[in-house]
């Protein structure tokens, strides 16, 4: 430190604005002393440690950007980060005194913005709360999201107006996706027929010879064994005969029992695109991990919605992948590992509740539709209506066997020498048939494009005849439908004022003036009056409105003329909570209680918040509030290592989600403290859990609540495997990452960004020197230590658990000589490496172990919990991130919650019921 | 300046020319305004001649490995590394450079939001990204071509550019689709059914302007400054859509190419990634665009190449393991030998006295400088074409970067952009001159 009255001297050049800024406050509070003398050293007068100076620091608060440029300020001198160990140090004292001069400073000038302008920027929908808000108008299951570019984040929420942005290109992809999310929604053809359709394995739907050697399949006689999961094992070719015909909901029905295994498996029920080379573009969808728990045939239903061009998909991928060698020997015949038995799987549908579907009728109900003659669809599955050409099941094909030959002896029994001539035989009889057809001398049943069109176009594993000799349907076109009907009102422009005149309140969330709806109307009949089509001229009326500043923005950040400013009102807090709790527009309860004014009752509002949280659609709210939260959103990020986390498969990447999702929902149904947050003695996992946790069996895919012994280290989302493995790469983790993380999601203190120019610290994947050996000289260099010794601490207590979320005591390593070796199934790719050492000291001295202990130091603070719990539900609820003016607020909310004990299904109550709530 | 749409391009090499596909009797696109790229009273930058030119930027998200690509030597008579011996032929018409980054861009592969942006800390919470190069080009001369700019990503989502406020631009992934944009024509019954979509989008947005005008007046100053976005935006897209009934109601350039077709294969980056360079080159050669942007994203899958067996990403994190760096180098050279391709395809075609390479500008490179590591600094850099005197590795310090947006500006300038400042710039590249 240089010359005190030096220092002065100069800040009072270089500071005028600051002192501005803090002049009028009592000499006392006075926060010139403190900075001049800690402070100007290294951010005054030239120097610049950091690129932060005093200088820059604007002295007039009323901008917004102003007083974030302080907030920076006093959170590091707030959390002890500045001034750096080893410059002179503020007795405790006088850093009380600082902090609390700027931050009543700073929250005099932030309420003062309130009061006038509201504490939110104007908000708009981000793309989730656009496709369900268009889904529940539309009563429609939409898929447009993705049609909309990616919304910017803050503090890792996607509802802070003042991230979200708006562009030419947002604009343009909104009206592309009110075109789909309108073609989604209506339907002009006659009531399609359910079908209901058995395939099976053995018979029309059979495998491809192609893959007969390798494939981990065998058929038996009431079914197909599957043994390995999807990759590489072209199980997903399977079913590639049917493809959904229309959007709708389906009934799926699959009979299977278990092989060779005492353990349940599950049979994993995906839909996807089609065939073998199948792309990723189109997008996965999982429907259920279906539990096959009994070697009796047992039949397992779901139902659901599904989409036209989707086929589906159906394999065991708990179980490790695995191809069998082209030997010719067939050694599936002989293998006695796990598997499932597929005996069928029957689908039903489309099941429709309504003709026309209920988002036409939302969108042109009432307008009739004439036929258009002459146009007619066809059944994308027809194929399936008639006999295979080359009947799969060896029963229907007699005559391609040899008499007197069992063709089960040589699909289920063992291959003997006679059963391998009739293999060759039979695959020869097989092959003379397949050129025929491409000759053009055989006629097959029906035509098959891609194969008969151009044969010698067919790349390599294009599709080739199936086991039964009909060629999957790899390329198969996408299911167009024609529309056979068309509308045709009785008085266009009078249907047309009825249906957007009835569309605009429930589209704008608020009753619209008569002037306003007469624009949108005259709108459409100006198109009407150019000619174009009805349906052509509503379409750009919907447009229009969806488009709207109405819709796209949340009506609490507008403003409300002639109201109270500084609160919203009934409909705009009828918005509030549902775009919260439902992460969707107000359904007509709540807006029928928003024009009677009695949903800011305290009582009605009350019972409101609960029957939205019993409604499905607060699943919305569980799935999008942790997925930002805890950055579950980014759970497909990384693709673990399976060479490293042969553990890893589909079913546990769902479990995991599944787990921290029922875990915060069984919070809020039982009311729980929010420290179960940090610690609990409970965890909500299912089966695979449980074995993946190393805890007592637990039955089923769906969560069970399970006690914890005393000892263990699971308890509290930290160490749930999905943040677990959102917070790691994949192949490694670190502990600065997971640090990090730990102080902004779970503690609610943020650390800095690292100072320009540091390369992060980078594992050694060799293993020579584990992560916590380099992260030493975090502690000896002291321009990281203020705050490495913040970060570090949670991280290494979280380095006992690996990419997978799996506890571990040592690290794994590849094992270099079988990397890049074909075919070793059974044998680990991995080697034990250096242990783990979890314990550590946090940055006041205290010393940990592990994370056990380090949870019950955190959890000792409930009062800080809370604090982070409503300051997240805040930000996603509210769409603004919360500052120093809301403080006292804030710890009302906290106050009233300790009344009950910190529950948090109370925290959600007091949140709601609150003044911050309410303010624009 | 308004010569450059006069002639057609002519091509000096016959067997490139079939290559390239092109009807190349056919003349110029007229163009809809017969002005120069920048307004006229625009100061000529020492870098522009006045000569039209373009621009494309390709980022490989996944790196190249740099032992494989940094020359050991710099200066014109560098020695070429492995990777680069693969575009030896073309040694005179680009430049390698080692030692750029944008400072202050980290955070692994997010920095691939701010290759041409440069804007700080990708991966932070607090991160806003702004313009990328390629856009505030085409905001300059977007308006003289069918489409102000493409912007592609080969395989999945994302892409390189970014609007003024920071918002991503989704890339189109779709080959066959942007070229029946471009090159197919529609029947006289097609266009007029496109111009009234297109007017009827017009009429909405003019509508919805209105409403927005109306709410405007009673909002406070932040929430109208960020509602002055929505409005703008509204008033873009508006005028856009007056702007492309003029273009469709012109006739599409012929070329004598069918529709390529879409790689379904997400494994596929190079194959993807080759589809799109040869969809630029035609787009620059009939002048539909003058900007273009790329983002090759390698994927997780093996991709279908001899000679590799495990999936690009995971190669990527090779940690230096013999194997799986031989089994980059192979996907690696590959997307130099497209690049290769796709440069000769430019260096094919003339445009009056030039070659359209000397007229384009192609920066080939990636946000990664290690992506075993997932460093940011240290990036893998090359400019061909746009008539520099090419030829040479411009090394600058491994230790202290010099800032890529310093290239960038260099480029705004050869572009005729009087623009002296860009992300972090801190002038022009030192080296390069044209």
């Not at chain 1, 459409?524 to 349906?535: A, N, Q």
């Not at chain 1, 007509?588 to 009752?601: G, H």
């Not at chain 1, 995991?656 to 875990?663: A, N, P, T, V």
Request: glycine fraction near 6%; charged fraction near 25%.
């Amino acid at each position: 430190m240089t010359n005190g009255r030096h220092v002065v001297l100069r800040l009072a050049n270089g500071l005028a604005g600051l002192i501005l800024v803090v002049s009028t406050l009592a000499h006392a509070d006075d926060p010139r002393q403190f900075l001049s003398r800690y402070c100007a050293d290294c951010h005054a007068d030239g120097a610049n440690e950091g690129e932060f100076t005093l200088e820059s620091l604007p002295s007039d608060l009323a901008a917004i950007a102003h007083l974030d440029s302080w907030q920076p300020v006093l959170e590091r001198i707030e959390t002890d980060i500045m001034p750096p160990h080893d410059a002179e140090q503020p007795t405790v004292e006088e850093r009380d005194q600082v902090v609390r001069a700027l931050k009543s400073r700073i929250a005099a000038a932030q309420k003062k913005r309130q009061t006038k302008f509201g504490r939110v920027t104007v908000r708009r929908l981000n793309a989730r709360e656009f496709e369900n808000t268009l889904s529940d108008i539309l009563r429609t299951e939409l898929d447009v999201a993705d049609l909309l570019p990616e919304d910017a984040t803050s503090q890792g929420f996607s509802t802070v107006g003042a991230t979200l942005n708006v562009s030419s290109v947002q604009m343009e992809a909104y009206m592309t996706a009110i075109d789909a999310a309108i073609d989604q929604s209506i339907s002009l053809t006659e009531r399609p027929e359910k079908q209901t359709f058995r395939l099976s394995l053995l018979n029309n739907h059979g495998y491809m010879v192609t893959y007969r050697d390798q494939h981990p399949a065998l058929p038996v006689v009431d079914g197909m064994n599957l043994y390995a999961t999807e990759a590489m094992s072209h199980h997903h070719a399977l079913w590639g005969h049917y493809v959904v015909p229309r959007d709708g909901r389906y009934r799926i029905r699959v009979s299977a029992y278990t092989v060779n295994s005492k353990q349940p498996i599950a049979l994993t029920l995906r839909a996807g695109g089609n065939g073998h080379k199948e792309s990723l573009r189109v997008k996965h969808e999982l429907l259920e991990h279906l539990e096959i728990s009994s070697a009796e045939p047992t039949v397992h239903e779901w139902t659901g919605h599904l989409k036209r061009g989707h086929y589906l998909h159906l394999y065991p991928s708990e179980l490790p992948k695995r191809r069998f060698p082209k030997n010719g020997q067939y050694e599936q015949v002989k293998w006695r590992g796990p598997g499932v038995c597929v005996q069928w799987m029957e689908v039903e549908g489309p099941i429709l509740d309504a003709w026309p579907p209920a988002g036409q009728e939302v969108l042109f109900g009432g307008v009739k539709r004439t036929p258009i003659k002459g146009i007619q669809n066809s059944d994308p599955n027809a194929q399936l209506h008639s006999r295979p050409l080359i009947p799969a099941d060896p029963r229907d094909r007699q005559s391609d066997w040899p008499p007197g030959v069992n063709p089960w002896k040589l699909l289920a029994g063992p291959l003997n020498h006679e059963a391998q001539f009739i293999a060759r035989d039979y695959s020869q009889r097989r092959q003379k048939i397949i050129d025929l057809i491409l000759a053009g001398k055989h006629q097959p049943a029906k035509p098959l494009p891609d194969y008969v069109a151009a044969p010698h176009h067919l790349p390599i594993g294009s599709p080739l005849p199936t086991y039964g000799g009909e060629p999957i349907y790899k390329d198969a076109p996408f299911p167009t439908i024609l529309r056979t009907q068309a509308f045709a009102p009785a008085d266009a422009k009078a249907e047309a004022e009825r249906l957007i005149k009835r569309m605009l309140p429930i589209a704008f969330r608020q009753p619209v003036k008569e002037a306003a709806a007469d624009r949108y109307v005259a709108l459409v009949h100006r198109w009407i009056d150019e000619g174009v089509s009805f349906e052509s001229a509503m379409r750009t009326g919907y447009k229009a409105i969806f488009t709207s500043p109405r819709f796209l923005f949340h009506q609490s950040t507008l403003p409300t003329p002639s109201e109270d400013p500084s609160t919203i009102n009934d409909f705009a807090l009828a918005e509030r909570l549902s775009y919260f709790l439902w992460n969707s527009t107000p359904d007509a309860e709540l807006r029928k209680l928003a024009r009677q004014n009695r949903l800011s009752q305290h009582d009605v509002l009350r019972e409101q918040t609960e029957r939205m949280l019993r409604d499905p659609r607060s699943e919305r709210f569980i799935e999008d509030f942790l997925g930002q939260w805890l950055d579950l959103h980014e759970i497909n990020f990384t693709s673990p290592d399976l060479n490293l986390y042969p553990e890893y498969d589909p079913v546990l990447h769902w479990s995991m989600l599944h787990e921290s999702q029922s875990f915060f929902r069984h919070l809020i149904e039982e009311d729980l403290p929010a420290r179960n947050l940090i610690r609990s003695d409970f965890v909500t996992i299912n089966r695979r859990l449980a074995t993946h946790y190393g805890l007592p069996t637990v039955e089923g895919m769906k969560a069970s609540v399970v006690e914890l012994p005393k000892d263990s280290v699971r308890g509290g989302v930290m160490t749930q495997a999905a943040v677990l493995k959102v917070t790691a790469n994949g192949t490694n983790t670190s502990p600065v990452i997971r640090g990090v993380w730990v102080l902004e999601r779970i503690l609610g203190k943020p650390s800095p960004p690292p100072p320009p120019g540091v390369p992060a610290v980078e594992p050694d994947i060799r293993g020579a020197v584990t992560i916590r050996q380099q992260l030493e000289k975090h502690r000896s260099d002291t321009a990281c230590a203020s705050c490495h010794a913040r970060i570090d601490p949670p991280g290494v207590a979280l380095e006992s658990f690996d990419p997978v979320g799996r506890f571990r005591e040592n690290y794994r390593v590849l094992n270099q000589e079988l990397i890049g070796v074909k075919r070793v199934v059974d044998q680990p790719r991995y080697q034990t490496g250096l242990p783990v050492d979890s314990s550590y000291l946090l940055s006041d001295g205290t010393t940990f172990q592990d994370i056990r202990e380090l949870k019950a130091i955190y959890a000792k603070d409930e009062f800080a919990i809370t604090r982070m719990l409503v300051d997240r539900l805040l930000v996603y609820s509210t769409g603004a991130t919360t500052t120093v003016a809301d403080e006292d607020e804030i710890l009302k909310i906290i106050e009233r919650s300790a009344e009950d004990e910190f529950g948090v299904r109370s925290i959600i109550h007091h949140v709601i019921q609150s003044r911050l709530f309410r303010i624009p | 300046m308004t010569r450059i749409h006069q002639k057609p391009m002519t091509t000096h090499r016959r067997q490139m020319l079939r290559g390239a596909g092109v009807a190349l009797a056919l003349p110029w696109l007229p163009s809809l305004r017969r002005k120069p790229a920048v307004a006229d009273e625009r100061r000529l930058l020492p870098e522009s001649d006045g000569k039209p030119r373009r621009m494309v930027f390709i980022c490989n998200n996944l790196g190249l490995h740099m032992p494989n690509f940094v020359p050991s030597d710099s200066g014109f008579g560098y020695t070429a590394s492995p990777y680069l011996r693969v575009l030896d032929e073309l040694r005179d018409k680009y430049t390698v450079f080692s030692g750029t980054s944008h400072p202050h861009v980290d955070g692994g592969h997010a920095a691939e939001k701010s290759f041409l942006t440069a804007v700080p800390h990708p991966g932070s919470g607090s991160f806003r990204n702004s313009i990328s190069v390629d856009q505030l080009v085409a905001e300059q001369v977007g308006n003289r071509t069918r489409i102000p700019s493409l912007v592609l990503s080969a395989n999945g989502g994302g892409s390189l550019s970014w609007t003024r406020g920071g918002v991503p631009i989704p890339g189109e992934t779709s080959p066959s689709r942007v070229f029946r944009r471009l090159f197919t024509p529609g029947s006289p019954e097609e266009v007029k059914q496109q111009v009234t979509r297109l007017r009827q989008g017009a009429s909405v947005m003019d509508m919805v302007l209105g409403e927005a005008k109306r709410l405007k007046k009673s909002l406070s100053r932040d929430d109208r400054d960020k509602f002055e976005e929505y409005t703008t935006s509204v008033r873009q897209v508006e005028r856009e859509m007056v702007r492309r009934q003029q273009w469709e109601k012109q006739p599409k350039p012929r070329v004598d190419q069918p529709v390529p077709v879409d790689i379904r294969d997400q494994a596929d980056t190079i194959g993807t990634s080759k589809l799109m360079y040869e969809l630029i080159a035609l787009a620059l050669q009939t002048d539909s665009t003058r900007i273009a942007s790329v983002l090759s994203v390698g994927f997780f899958a093996v991709p279908p190449i001899e000679g590799v067996t495990e999936g690009y990403h995971t190669l990527s994190h090779h940690g230096l393991a013999k194997d799986k760096l031989a089994q980059l180098a192979v996907i690696e050279k590959e997307h130099l030998g497209i690049l290769r391709d796709f440069l000769f395809k430019l260096e094919s075609t003339t445009e009056e006295e030039d070659t359209l390479l000397d007229r384009t500008m192609v920066l080939f490179g990636s946000d990664l400088g290690n992506a075993s590591s997932h460093n940011n600094t240290n990036l893998p850099i090359v400019l061909a074409g746009g008539g520099f005197k090419h030829g040479q590795h411009l090394a600058f310090d491994q230790a202290n970067n010099e800032p890529l947006s310093n290239l960038y500006v260099t480029m705004l300038q050869r572009m005729g952009l009087p623009v002296e400042r860009f992300g972090s710039s801190t002038g022009r590249i030192r080296g390069l001159e044209a």
